[in-house]
């Protein structure tokens, strides 16, 4: 029986399964199949086809999609209403009243995702202090739930002031909605986040309410689908926390699946932690549409606590710290105003795809360029003949205006586009003061092995890994998740003055509550670990540091470990510290996790890595290339035919089954038992097998 691991992009799905009892593997199957936009269910059911899986053989499905990211950017979700505490209607649409860009009076912000004639009020107010300063005028909450029964919404957002340290306003407001519309999906901001500060939680609320039916939907017609397939294996959902949930659970808290693809690649890096001991990793995606960035410390990926959706858009859940940006191998190359070459954030995506696909494309792409320069395999590993002519008359289009030659353009195309990922690398790096030269940039997607030197040199890193399942990296990662949740509550107080016993009983509520979620997600009780975190700040600041709290009786010895550990973690993250300002609990959050089932790495490397004695360590070919303007003839290697150890010299280029890995003229590479690759950006170093594992 087989555990599947399948990621949704936007240009390809991605197939990765194991069977295995205790860690060993008795079989892997990996498949990269078109996606379709119209039907991502189709896709992922090509996906079954093509590696051969038949849905009656699979134990358990893990499945990431961005579904939800997709449905928020393109404002594609029937509009829901939101009924918010009077004066408080247009929170969502005024927001910091902060600027992206300080000098630019042209900024335009991005649509509120509730438009304001679906936003009602309704005469109340709870204190800070969770009493009741005005009570929920009944008959105005019933006018305003008729009016929205008019309009026939059911996905509804429910947003009180100071309702994150009671809700009791807020559950009336549902009780009389239910009353009027019995079959309305209601996102409660006291249940979703009750985290201070309104903007936050009445965003993450919206975000729920829009996406319920979005997701209801396509979970529904996802497992609809497997079962009459014959399919009878749980489905998970990938979350952005790094963990998975149950497909019911999912249905109800669809805000927690906006990084859900990616997050199995920051998944998969924890198990390359797991295998060669890298403790400093970042870790990138580089598809058809987009490319992502996390950072990873001691085999953990950075969290964030406000990822923004869009500019002020905050998402209030805790999540891995991943950046996207529009560049990957369907990014569009064009013109601006100003007759400068751009390229992306548009895509081709999966249709038309880049004008070598053939199928109707015809705007020039970052996979353009990679045929025309040659470095790319022009069947796309197997998959279906890509059109040079068609590559070189689209580039045609932006190189002839500019007055350049076509390789010229092509490069170029290439160079912008690396140095937008790599402005992406930055962003979880030197912005929260990590040195990107103490890490090991791993390379994940189907494209992402063509750019990863460029990218890596331009970003100053010099060591490069490449997985031996790129090209399904996400897929694999999710097969290794564990079920996981976070659960938050407001606990605001000077760390001085908190009573250790109030505190210790706060954190035993969320850890029940917790407990519950998992529980319900099959989790076995025995199985689950908790651990606690405190979101503190020095009294007077606007922001928290995620401080990791013992799981214990807390007493007062214990609250100046706490104190200490604060302030080392805010040393971490701004490079100073102090221990004269007084600190403060703002949140706490306890994250329960289960035990996955995960591959042993001796079974993983007999079927990925190489074959010893079989591989032939010969070139297969030659491929006539372009790099700095120079044409080169260079090798060609099979990844199945290279040995453990042996050194590759480029120019040259690595076909694996999923992706091709590109060495530029000063850079070599070896592959280690395990079939990772490892590339060394250093033009002079001499790369040794060991020094590539440490």
């Not at 809700?167 to 009353?179: A, K, P, T, Y």
């Amino acid at each position: 029986m087989y555990r599947v691991g399948i990621d949704v992009g936007g240009t390809f799905t991605d197939l990765f399964a194991w069977v295995g009892d205790s860690g060993s593997i008795g079989k892997v199957r990996m498949a990269k199949v078109l996606s379709t936009p119209e039907d991502p269910v189709v896709g992922f059911m090509n996906a079954l086809s093509k590696a051969g899986i038949a849905p009656s053989e699979i134990e358990t499905v893990i499945h990431g999609t961005t579904i939800g990211t997709n449905a928020l950017i393109e404002r594609k979700y029937p509009e829901p209403a939101m009924v918010t505490t009077a004066g408080f209607r247009d929170t969502i649409e005024i927001k910091r009243q902060s600027r992206h860009h300080l000098y630019d009076p042209y900024a335009v912000k991005p649509s509120p995702l509730i438009s304001r004639k679906q936003r009602f009020t309704v005469s109340e107010k709870m204190g800070a202090d969770g009493s009741t300063v005005k009570p929920l005028n009944r008959e105005e909450g019933l006018q305003v739930a008729r009016k929205i029964a008019e309009r026939g919404i059911k996905n509804i957002a429910i947003c009180f002031i100071n309702s994150y340290v009671s809700g009791r306003h807020e559950q009336e407001m549902r009780d009389i909605i239910l009353e009027v519309i019995p079959d309305a999906k209601i996102a409660v901001s006291s249940e979703t986040r009750p985290k201070i500060r309104e903007l936050g939680r009445f965003m993450t609320t919206a975000i729920r309410a829009c996406l319920f039916p979005v997701v209801g939907d396509y979970v529904v017609r996802l497992e609809k689908t497997l079962q009459e397939a014959g399919c009878k294996a749980p489905l998970f959902i990938v979350k952005s926390n790094g963990g998975m949930m149950r497909s019911q659970t999912a249905k109800e808290r669809p805000e927690e699946l906006i990084e859900s693809g990616p997050a199995g690649g920051v998944a998969a890096g924890n198990f390359i932690h797991s295998m060669l001991g890298l403790n400093n990793m970042i870790i990138t995606d580089v598809g058809g549409t987009s490319f992502e960035a996390c950072l990873m410390e001691n085999g953990q990926g950075l969290v964030t606590d406000e990822y923004e959706l869009e500019w002020e858009m905050p998402l209030i859940t805790p999540m891995l710290d991943i950046r996207s940006i529009g560049a990957g191998g369907g990014s569009i190359a064009w013109i601006d105003e100003g007759g400068s070459l751009r390229v992306g954030p548009q895509s081709a995506g999966a249709d038309p795809g880049p004008a070598c696909y053939g199928k109707g494309g015809v705007s020039p792409t970052v996979t353009d360029a990679n045929l025309v320069l040659g470095r790319l395999n022009s069947t796309l590993s197997g998959k279906f003949q890509l059109d040079y002519d068609a590559a070189v008359e689209a580039i045609e289009k932006v190189s002839e205006p500019l007055g350049l030659s076509v390789i010229e353009c092509a490069e170029g195309i290439i160079e912008i586009a690396c140095e937008n990922m790599a402005d992406a690398i930055r962003m979880v790096s030197t912005d929260r003061g990590r040195d990107p030269r103490d890490q090991t940039y791993v390379s994940y997607g189907g494209a992402g092995g063509l750019h990863a030197y460029k990218v890596a040199q331009s970003a100053g890193i010099n060591r490069i890994l490449i997985p031996p399942f790129v090209g399904v990296d996400c897929s694999a990662g999710a097969t290794t998740m564990n079920v996981r949740h976070d659960v938050e509550g407001t606990f605001y107080a000077a760390l001085l003055e908190v009573d250790p016993a109030e505190l210790t009983k706060a954190f035993e509520k969320l850890e029940k509550d917790c407990t519950d979620m998992l529980v319900n997600d099959g989790v076995a009780p025995e199985e689950i670990n908790l651990e606690r975190t405190a979101l503190m700040r020095y009294v007077g600041q606007s922001y928290e540091v995620a401080t990791p709290v013992p799981n214990r009786i807390l007493d007062e010895e214990t609250l100046k470990e706490i104190a200490h550990e604060f302030n080392n973690q805010h040393k971490l993250e701004y490079g100073v510290y102090s221990e004269d300002f007084p600190i403060a609990f703002v949140t706490l959050r306890v994250t329960g996790a289960s035990q996955a089932e995960q591959p042993l790495k001796d079974h993983l490397g007999k079927i990925l890595g190489p074959k010893g004695e079989k591989a032939s360590n010969q070139i297969s070919g030659q491929r006539e290339s372009y790099f700095n303007g120079k044409k080169y003839l260079a090798d060609l290697y099979e990844v199945d035919q290279i040995s453990k150890g042996q050194k590759i010299q480029g120019p040259a280029f690595i076909a694996h089954p999923n992706s091709e890995i590109v060495l530029p003229p000063e850079a070599s590479a070896v592959i280690d038992e395990y079939g990772f690759i490892h590339i060394s950006v250093n033009k002079e170093a001499k790369i040794t097998m060991k020094e590539a594992v440490l």
